[in-house]
């Protein structure tokens, strides 16, 4: 079945630090993927998508590229703020209804 | 919009007490989805609804949860009775029906049983 694996957490990083937090999945045919993101107290919000191979979704500074031929789709940052604490899931939809979700990994920037 | 809308967003309920969460999905969605998400566990997917009808319960824990979704505006989780066990963050979820345009969570019900 569909699967999705985040490196596990927690990651602690200084302010103004490069972010990369790892995300691979195991799913038939072509998943659209995607990164939500949860703050302190607040339901999960969708960051950012890509629906096909070599597509790059930003949003908020914050990319993932979709890499079939590694089946990946990390997300980076280039320098990180301490509003950017908060949990990170990456999840995947096949052509069906229901999302796959990763176990989440929780971020902490300090300043 | 005003994206998915749930309450109570704070329950606190002595356990044996029957307890009622309540969603709104966002108008024109017509997928919903119930999700528990506690420390241990994590995100777990409860149940989903696609145009009013119950697709998927096999998340459902036991037979003392229940969830109906009367019109394409409401749907609501019945705990009944209620056990410490079930405190946790239960989320509601809408979107368009098909899996590539993601989801909009609600703010969550944080649910304790004392």
């Known amino acids: 079945g569909n699967s999705v694996t985040q490196m596990e957490g927690p990651v602690t990083l200084s302010e103004e630090a490069f972010l990369t937090i790892n995300c691979t999945y195991t799913a038939t045919g072509y998943p659209s993927l995607f990164w939500y993101v949860q703050y302190p107290g607040e339901g999960l919000q969708l960051l950012l998508k890509?629906?096909?191979?070599?597509d790059k979704g930003s949003n908020k500074g914050f990319e993932a590229t979709y890499r079939k031929e590694t089946t990946s789709f990390h997300l980076e940052k280039g320098s990180v703020q301490v509003s950017d604490s908060a949990v990170y899931f990456c999840a995947l939809s096949d052509s069906g209804e229901k999302l796959v979700f990763g176990k989440g990994t929780k971020l902490t920037v300090n300043p | 919009d005003a994206g998915v809308i749930q309450s109570p967003r704070h329950e606190v309920t002595e356990m044996g007490q029957e307890v009622t969460l309540r969603c709104k999905p966002i108008?024109?969605?017509?997928?919903l989805f119930w999700y528990r998400q506690t420390m241990m566990r994590g995100l777990e997917l409860l149940i989903y609804f696609n145009n009013n009808v119950p697709i998927d319960d096999s998340g459902m824990p036991e037979d003392r949860f229940s969830a109906k979704m009367p019109n394409a505006s409401f749907s609501t989780l019945k705990i009944q009775p209620s056990e410490p066990r079930d405190s946790a963050v239960y989320f509601c979820?809408?979107?368009?029906?098909?899996?590539?345009?993601?989801?909009?969570f609600g703010s969550g019900t944080r649910l304790t049983v004392v």
């Open positions: 108008s024109g969605h017509n997928s």
């Open positions: 890509a629906t096909k191979a070599d």
């Open positions: 979820a809408s979107s368009p029906g098909q899996g590539q345009y993601g989801y909009t």
